[in-house]
């Protein structure tokens, strides 16, 4: 082989090195972007997904409350049907007594 030929060889050996060191440089650095970006997506995605879980929770809160609320004013309106009743019944009762009394007293 010519010294030509030899100085070529080893000219395209060490391009080609250069050419491998660089790709392993690039793909090192694309795994470490690639990690880096999909930490701050999982990141990103948590604070998202708190956040959204925290407005369910807010909204699930607020209609418990309306509901309790809505229940306290029926149950009250109802108890307060009921001591009417109550009273109906009592002053009835009353007067069927105090008749009783009159008619047994006459």
């Known amino acids: 082989m010519s010294r030509e030929s030899i100085k ?8 080609a090195e250069r050419i491998l060191r ?8 694309m795994v470490a972007d690639a990690k880096e970006n999909g930490e701050a997506l999982c990141e990103n995605t948590e604070r998202e997904t708190i956040a959204a879980a925290k407005q369910v929770i807010t909204q699930l809160r607020e209609r418990a ?3 309790r609320e809505r ?11 009921m001591v009417r009743q ?15 009394l009159a008619s047994k007293c006459r």
């Open 8 to 15: 070529l060889i080893k000219q395209t050996e060490q391009e």
């Open 22 to 29: 660089e790709a392993q440089e690039k793909a090192a650095q």
């Open 65 to 67: 409350e309306n509901m």
């Open 71 to 81: 229940l306290d004013a029926e149950a009250r309106q109802e108890a307060s049907g």
């Open 86 to 100: 109550a009273t109906l019944r009592k002053r009835s009762a009353e007067k069927i007594v105090i008749r009783g």
